[in-house]
């Protein structure tokens, strides 16, 4: 179970940076969808909610929201001389608020580059049931943990010819409160690539990984 919760950790790292929109000195709100794998065959996908709100030229405040859906592949075990099979699902929710430091440059007339900063704080809900099976009965098992993390975030915008934006992105995520399922911190990466379609209209695919996980989400927005 602690293997488990451990791969739980790193959504918060691939729904949070999975803002699709572009443009961290703009207004808007997006929407995707992402689909993350895990080492021993564990899965997750659902959707997200993001949103930026440019409150300075150099500060934007960011939201977002996430669920997903997890399946962990039954295994065989033995355990002290006795085979057990186990098979768990998860539902997780996920809200998190952030605050970003950034400063544009303006390069060229096709390139404006953007470093940024970010800190950001969670909260995520897991439920988690399943079955636990050996040669004599089947025990069913439910668990449920609500947690508070942190995130610190370093990453760069390149914003080219005013219609593709490029966001390659580091995060360090640690637990404020773990609720006792005893989880280390990690470390993820994520590169987002954006078309700006119209002045209100963006869309784009965001890559990520870190120890153990790969995930991919696709997005679009709508901009104010």
């Known amino acids: 179970m602690q293997r488990l919760a451990f791969f739980i950790l790193f959504l918060v790292s691939s729904s949070t940076l999975t803002a699709t929109a ?12 992402s689909y993350t794998k895990y ?15 440019a409150v300075h030229p150099n500060i934007s405040i960011g939201a977002g929201l996430a669920y997903r859906n997890g399946k962990a592949k039954a295994r065989t075990l033995i355990y ?15 809200g998190n608020l ?3 430091l950034h400063n544009k440059f303006e390069t060229s007339d096709s390139l404006a580059i953007s470093p940024f900063f970010e800190l950001g704080i969670a ?18 098992v439910e668990v449920n943990w609500d947690q508070f993390l942190y995130r610190l975030s370093l990453g760069t915008q390149f914003l080219i010819n005013d219609f593709f934006v490029l966001t390659p ?5 640690d637990y404020i409160d773990d609720d006792g399922a005893r989880v280390s911190s ?3 990466w994520s590169l987002a690539g954006v078309f700006l379609f119209t002045e209100h209209f963006s869309s784009g695919l965001t890559l990520g990984g870190g120890d153990g996980f790969t995930g991919i989400s696709l997005g679009t927005a709508i901009h104010f």
């Open 186 to 188: 990690s470390f993820g």
């Open 80 to 94: 002290e001389g006795e085979q057990i099979t186990d098979q768990f699902d998860f539902d997780i929710w996920l």
């Open 22 to 33: 572009g443009l961290i000195d703009d207004y808007y709100l997006g929407f995707s969808y």
């Open 39 to 53: 080492e021993n065959d564990y899965s997750e996908n659902g959707p997200n909610i993001v949103s930026n709100f």
């Open 123 to 140: 909260a995520q809900s897991i439920d988690i049931k399943g079955l636990v099976i050996d040669s004599f009965k089947t025990t069913p």
């Open 169 to 173: 992105t580091l995060a360090f995520v």
């Open 98 to 100: 952030g605050i970003l």
